[in-house]
């Protein structure tokens, strides 16, 4: 019998969209899952995920598990894993995620495989399918411990709806702290406000290459403000400073899967490809015709992009 | 301050022989190797902590790197000697009879003979890309965390400042030595990395040092020694098992669009995006 435990994410008192990708994966599993929400207002978040068809949403509502540091977090998520005799422990492959899953799969004796993008059960047998080499292969593997933990792609699995129902909330007693938690401050955490969606969550993503320069804003917001999109960078658009970090694509950043990816004067360096070539439609503007995005766009434009993205701009504002 | 940086060989991702899929295996041969760029960036900032940049002939600490492989491996080890690091050990192994939590319970070993203040780790090899050595080490260990960095500022090499790389912005943690850090790109920026040995006026050239010729000849001459795997670990059982590789499901071939009304018309009525 193969029993799920899901490690919510939370994110200033909710619980972050990212998770309804963890409950995706669950529900693909095809077993029966439990959602741990864990932090101060966890109680309160809690209800926001009652309505998936979890058998049952943990709280661990304690002041002690504020801003998720992976010491902190993982003896209470260890101790929920084993005491509800859950043998598999599934975190969203974010940033958060990939920080604390190794550290519960260590101390419950677990292996862990991270970013996996497809999984199957045949009769309690589980094969993972996760990207290596950048993506540019995929290995099909299991766990061979008898508690398994895992970090699902976002990429991969759409948020799972709400199938109504009311899951019942229990609440979980928190774990004694281990002595690394003396060890480690949380000082302070830089976000950027921004008003746009989510480069995990966004429908549309509009991104931007070195080659966009100072232009960065001026060109791309016009264009992703009339498409609802988030907004992207590569990584020499970041180094150059045209873009902020947190906007990055890739390897190094976020890995997003849009219904559209525009990437503007981008060229397509393997590591930026590995963040974007599982977008359902990716158009590219560039004007070097030989640049690898072209090889994985579905329509590639051979212009300047200071004509063209104006162009684009004012030709969806038309149709608006 | 003492550093132990282990290191990973990989298939140079900007090559032009790519890792190819032969029958459900992966086909290694003729892939030129090198060092995992996030495991360059871990020495980089290894050797920023130990030394004033404005002179960093001068070591005023030591860095050991460590790598698990053949004997053909000991290139790598090499050449992040010949950039500076003190010390080299090789744990003898091959990568099919290794796995992450392997590496960081044999790791757990080593750290535990060295007595290390800092391990520094890249944040993921990028031919597994599986991103969990640091974080299985340092709960094997009982140490405090940051993955991710993408700058440090040691305080009087007692206790680090990280800027963490996450979803959304930045954290910032304070972690007490010894401790386990893992980097990402930005750390090798020029001033990403503070010492208490050099002025915070000081800028580095972005990214890693290259080896100069002397140097990769008087790199021979540092100490590197075998280790076998048996004596860090008894148990060498795998926790993850691969048993076939498949190539990503190939992309529908594009096509050139003439003009941006054309492509607005394609993403409207074929693609149906817009």
């Given at each position: 019998m193969v029993n799920t435990l899901i490690i919510a994410e939370m994110h200033e008192g909710k619980v972050r969209k990212s998770t309804h990708s963890a409950i995706h994966f669950a529900r693909q599993l095809g077993v029966p899952f439990s959602i741990l929400v864990l932090g101060p207002g966890s109680k309160a978040a809690a209800a926001e995920v009652t309505g998936f068809g979890a058998q049952k949403v943990l709280v661990a509502d304690d002041a002690s598990l504020a801003n998720g540091l992976a010491e902190v977090v993982t003896p209470t998520i260890a101790q929920t894993a084993k005491s509800g005799g859950y043998d598999v422990?599934?975190?969203?492959?974010?940033?958060?995620?990939?920080?604390?899953?190794?550290?519960?799969?260590?101390?419950?004796?677990?292996?862990?495989?991270?970013?996996?993008?497809?999984?199957?059960?045949?009769?309690?047998?589980?094969?993972?399918?996760?990207?290596?080499?950048?993506?540019?292969?995929?290995?099909?593997?299991?766990?061979?411990?008898?508690?398994?933990?895992?970090?699902?792609?976002?990429?991969?699995?759409?948020?799972?709806?709400?199938?109504?129902?009311?899951?019942?909330?229990?609440?979980?007693?928190?774990?004694?702290?281990?002595?690394?938690?003396?060890?480690?401050?949380?000082?302070?955490?830089?976000?950027?406000?921004?008003?746009?969606?989510?480069?995990?969550?966004?429908?549309?993503?509009?991104?931007?290459?070195?080659?966009?320069?100072?232009?960065?804003?001026?060109?791309?917001?016009p264009l992703a403000n009339l498409l609802s999109a988030a907004v992207g960078a590569s990584r020499a658009a970041c180094d150059a400073g045209y873009a902020s970090p947190e906007l990055q694509v890739g390897q190094t950043g976020r890995v997003v899967a849009p219904q559209l990816y525009i990437a503007i004067g981008i060229s397509g360096a393997i590591q930026h490809l590995a963040g974007m070539k599982s977008s359902k439609t990716i158009v590219a503007i560039n004007k070097d015709p030989d640049a690898p995005i072209f090889q994985v766009a579905d329509y590639g434009l051979v212009a300047d992009l200071f004509q063209a993205v104006p162009e684009l701009t004012a030709e969806l504002k038309k149709h608006a | 301050m003492k550093i132990l940086v282990p290191l990973k060989r990989v298939a140079d991702p900007d090559n032009a022989n790519k890792v190819k899929v032969n029958a459900g295996k992966l086909e290694t041969t003729g892939l030129e190797w090198k060092p995992n760029p996030f495991d360059e960036y871990a020495v980089e900032t290894a050797l920023r902590l130990t030394e004033n940049g404005a002179n960093p002939k001068a070591r005023l600490g030591e860095v050991v790197v460590v790598t698990f492989g053949a004997k053909d491996t000991e290139t790598t080890l090499r050449s992040a000697l010949a950039t500076g690091a003190?010390?080299?050990?090789?744990?003898?192994?091959?990568?099919?009879?290794?796995?992450?939590?392997?590496?960081?319970?044999?790791?757990?070993?080593?750290?535990?003979?060295?007595?290390?203040?800092?391990?520094?780790?890249?944040?993921?090899?990028?031919?597994?890309?599986?991103?969990?050595?640091?974080?299985?080490?340092?709960?094997?260990?009982?140490?405090?965390?940051?993955?991710?960095?993408?700058?440090?500022?040691?305080?009087?090499?007692?206790?680090?400042?990280?800027?963490?790389?996450?979803?959304?912005?930045?954290?910032?943690?304070?972690?007490?030595?010894?401790?386990?850090?893992?980097?990402?790109?930005?750390i090798v920026a020029p001033k990403s990395v503070k010492s208490k040995h050099t002025a915070d006026s000081h800028a580095y050239p972005d990214g890693v040092r290259f080896a100069a010729l002397m140097a990769i000849m008087a790199a021979k001459k540092k100490p590197l020694v075998e280790v076998k795997l048996a004596d860090l670990t008894s148990d060498v059982a795998l926790k993850i098992a691969y048993t076939s590789f498949e190539l990503p499901p190939a992309r529908k071939a594009g096509i050139k669009v003439k003009s941006v009304s054309e492509l607005v018309e394609k993403l409207k009525s074929e693609a149906k995006v817009l």
């Open positions: 422990v599934v975190v969203t492959a974010s940033s958060f995620g990939k920080d604390i899953a190794p550290r519960i799969a260590a101390k419950l004796g677990a292996g862990y495989a991270s970013d996996i993008s497809g999984v199957k059960n045949e009769s309690g047998k589980i094969t993972y399918r996760r990207p290596v080499f950048a993506g540019n292969a995929y290995g099909i593997c299991h766990i061979t411990t008898p508690i398994q933990v895992v970090s699902v792609r976002q990429s991969e699995f759409s948020a799972a709806e709400p199938t109504g129902g009311s899951s019942p909330i229990e609440s979980v007693q928190v774990a004694a702290q281990d002595p690394a938690v003396a060890r480690v401050s949380f000082v302070s955490m830089e976000t950027a406000k921004s008003e746009r969606p989510d480069l995990g969550e966004a429908r549309v993503i509009v991104a931007g290459g070195r080659a966009v320069k100072e232009q960065f804003s001026a060109l791309l917001d | 003190d010390r080299a050990i090789r744990v003898d192994s091959t990568d099919d009879k290794l796995d992450g939590d392997l590496v960081a319970r044999a790791l757990k070993a080593l750290v535990e003979k060295e007595k290390p203040d800092l391990v520094l780790c890249g944040k993921q090899a990028v031919d597994g890309d599986s991103n969990q050595v640091a974080q299985l080490l340092a709960e094997y260990l009982g140490w405090p965390q940051a993955t991710f960095a993408g700058t440090i500022k040691s305080e009087d090499d007692k206790s680090l400042l990280v800027g963490r790389e996450v979803d959304g912005g930045t954290i910032h943690l304070r972690v007490t030595l010894p401790a386990v850090v893992s980097v990402d790109l930005r």
